[in-house]
């Protein structure tokens, strides 16, 4: 079928195959920055706060802070006892300056990330020497520290680094351990060097950003309702202010939550709805032409076989199974198109360096081939059904005549 008009195949494989891109280089994307993989394992049974908003009881004065201050984290919800773990961090907004030795002139920015001793049971950090800093180093608030692969070769070229004294803010920092570097989608786990932050002064008036890991995500619920009596208790015991705590989120709505508003779930939605339907309702209408081309020249052969009784629902069944074909072959095009797109474009697409990779992990998986085959069945029946289903209605004699359908 494919031989019998090369040009109309080529142009339907290549019309599938571009239009396959452009959905799952969508959905790629979108898969990349949700699955749960090493370093963050637990994304999909982890939950995320990081704005609250207070309001005055007896005034309109209201506040609004990009992160939770430590002392609400302390006093309300580091004992909770719904979610499994919970823990804080702080990347700051300025990078930190770094030196190996303290009167070094020459300091590098990099990015530290301070955090507790639950951050290495949440995520998972592959470590080429050393460990992470301890709960017992936490507690006592000791200056150590964790360093990338990419951070050691930077600071130490090709000496060994664990061990040794780095200055972060004019602090000296003992490394106790050495990681492999991190991609920058990884958001919560990526940094170049990881701190307590009890070993910085001041840390008690500083804001968090809280991770909150479930069992099962069976148990969001449960954890969302521990935070809003969190929330009541403060409410009760504050005198001053009415507090409220946006969250917490799963981690693929809180990645929405750019600003102290609600996420708009719906509208989300919507807009991807509205983008996947152009993606496959344009080049479907054009698709159904060549679809349509090709059953026309075979009205002779639907017309044999209907005589000898064949029935309409085969013929049915035939023309989408060998359009299904078509779309399949462009399909798996289309995919490794969309993976050179993604690659290529990975700073638009994804905020990662030019020098960043992406894991193998990520785009390789059981859920992006599954959508593969489903919008591959979606473009073959929009595309065909319409002809299939002329050609399962033609009459045996106008089949003979090759009128058209």
């Known amino acids: 079928m494919l031989k019998q008009n090369k040009f109309i195949s080529i142009i339907s494989i290549a019309g599938t195959s571009l239009a ?16 749960s993989i090493a370093p963050e394992p637990n994304r999909e049974r982890t939950m995320y706060m990081r704005y609250e908003i207070k309001k005055g009881k007896e005034t309109k004065n209201t506040n609004i802070n990009s992160a939770i201050n430590y002392e609400i984290y302390k006093g309300y919800l580091s004992d909770l006892k719904e979610p499994e773990l919970v823990s804080i961090q702080s990347n700051g907004w300025d990078k930190s300056q770094i030196s190996t030795s303290e009167n070094q002139m020459d300091r590098k920015a990099m990015n530290v990330k301070s955090t507790d001793a639950n951050f290495w049971k949440i995520m998972s950090l592959s470590f080429i020497e050393g460990g992470p800093f301890s709960e017992e180093d936490f507690k006592s608030g000791l200056k150590k520290t964790v360093i990338t692969e990419r951070t050691a070769k930077e600071l130490y070229g090709n000496q060994r680094a664990l061990g040794k004294t780095i200055n972060i803010d004019f602090k000296p920092y003992i490394i106790v351990g050495i990681v492999k570097d991190i991609s920058p989608i990884f958001k919560f786990a990526y940094t170049d060097i990881y701190i307590p932050y ?18 099962s995500n069976k148990d969001f619920q449960a954890i969302a309702e521990g935070i809003r009596a969190a929330e009541r208790k403060f409410n009760v015991t504050d005198s001053e202010w009415n507090l409220t705590l946006l969250g917490p989120y799963n981690h693929s709505i809180y990645l929405l939550n750019t600003n102290n508003n609600e996420p708009d779930i719906k509208g989300n939605a919507r807009k991807n709805i ?8 344009i080049p479907a209408i054009n698709l159904s032409s060549f679809s349509l081309s090709r059953i026309r020249k075979r009205t002779e052969e639907i017309g044999v076989r209907k005589a000898f009784g064949a029935k309409r629902y085969v013929i049915l069944f035939q023309v989408l199974y060998e359009n299904f074909i078509t779309s399949l072959i ?31 992990e990520t785009l390789v998986s059981l859920p992006i081939f599954f959508a593969v085959f489903i919008v591959c069945i979606l473009l073959n029946l929009l595309s065909a059904g319409i002809p299939a289903y002329k050609a399962s209605k033609i009459k045996i004699v106008d089949s003979l005549n090759r009128n058209n359908l």
């Open 330 to 360: 462009g399909g798996i095009i289309g995919l490794i198109l969309s993976y050179i797109i993604v690659i290529w474009l990975k700073q638009w697409l994804l905020g990662i360096d030019t020098d960043g990779t992406l894991p193998l």
């Open 274 to 281: 509205f983008i996947f339907s152009i993606l496959l309702l």
């Open 198 to 215: 009890t070993s910085k002064g001041g840390f008690e008036k500083n804001g968090f950003e809280i991770l909150l890991l479930a069992k």
């Open 20 to 35: 396959i891109m452009m959905i799952m280089v969508l959905i790629v994307s979108e898969s990349i920055k949700n699955v």
